[in-house]
């Protein structure tokens, strides 16, 4: 029976990627560093997801690499890089300006409470993560908020989640699950401790046998079954 559920926040209850084009283009338009195209944001996004996956081996320091991969992006433009850490420090909360909730996940965590435990569990940074819970009303749904920056460890080390199960006293791993779109973070995070995952993946994508994904949904709704077929 599972009493736990260990959630994701970005792309997996809410909608990360049009948060971020709107911080970044709103941004822009503040700085006037001129329109900021799509093409742009490809870009960016190729550069920020490699520094992504440094931070999670911990191959690069996050603090550092938040402010270095705007220097990157906007060198390939010749744009004014001095202001990358002031860009990056107001991208933080601008990423709270758009809440957009996945599959009604608002309601979802709503009609849940009380019923299991329900945890974030994030490698986003304190401000931007804090500052969306508050909009987004989380705050007020979720019994406890895991942050990586705050606990020292990103997911998907074993050490983040050790964290975890300390500080909610789980005895038991069978009774609880990870909800998350990323296969290197979340689900591989989840494997690495030892309990079920379960891979929010709406596009239908492809995966290799590991790390071991226990349940691929479509639809945030299908936690509701996987908890009674548990």
């Not at 990423?95 to 974030?120: A, E, F, M, P, W």
């Not at 508050?134 to 979720?142: H, I, N, P």
């Amino acid at each position: 029976m599972i009493k736990t559920i260990l959630w994701d926040l970005d792309n997996t209850l809410l909608d990360f990627d049009i948060a971020e084009k709107n911080a970044i283009k709103s941004l822009f338009e503040k700085y006037n560093l001129g329109p900021c195209t799509d093409s742009m944001l490809k870009e960016y996004d190729k550069i920020n997801k490699a520094y992504w996956k440094k931070f999670e081996k911990k191959e690069v320091d996050k603090k550092l690499g938040l402010v270095q991969r705007y220097v990157d992006f906007f060198n390939v433009y010749n744009l004014d890089n001095s202001i990358a850490s002031r860009f990056n420090d107001e991208y933080q909360l601008a990423l709270g300006d758009t809440i957009i909730y996945l599959d009604d996940s608002y309601n979802i965590i709503k009609s849940l409470k009380g019923k299991v435990r329900q945890c974030i569990v994030s490698n986003g940074t304190i401000a931007a993560q804090r500052n969306k819970l508050k909009k987004s009303k989380f705050d007020e749904l979720f019994d406890d908020v895991f942050l990586s920056d705050e606990i020292g460890f990103e997911k998907p080390s074993v050490e983040f989640f050790d964290y975890v199960f300390d500080k909610i006293g789980l005895t038991d791993k069978s009774e609880v699950i990870i909800v998350g779109d990323s296969i290197s973070s979340d689900i591989q995070g989840g494997e690495n401790a030892g309990i079920k995952t379960v891979w929010y993946n709406p596009k239908g994508k492809g995966h290799n046998e590991r790390p071991r994904v226990d349940y691929d949904i479509r639809d945030l709704r299908e936690v509701y079954k996987i908890l009674g077929s548990e």
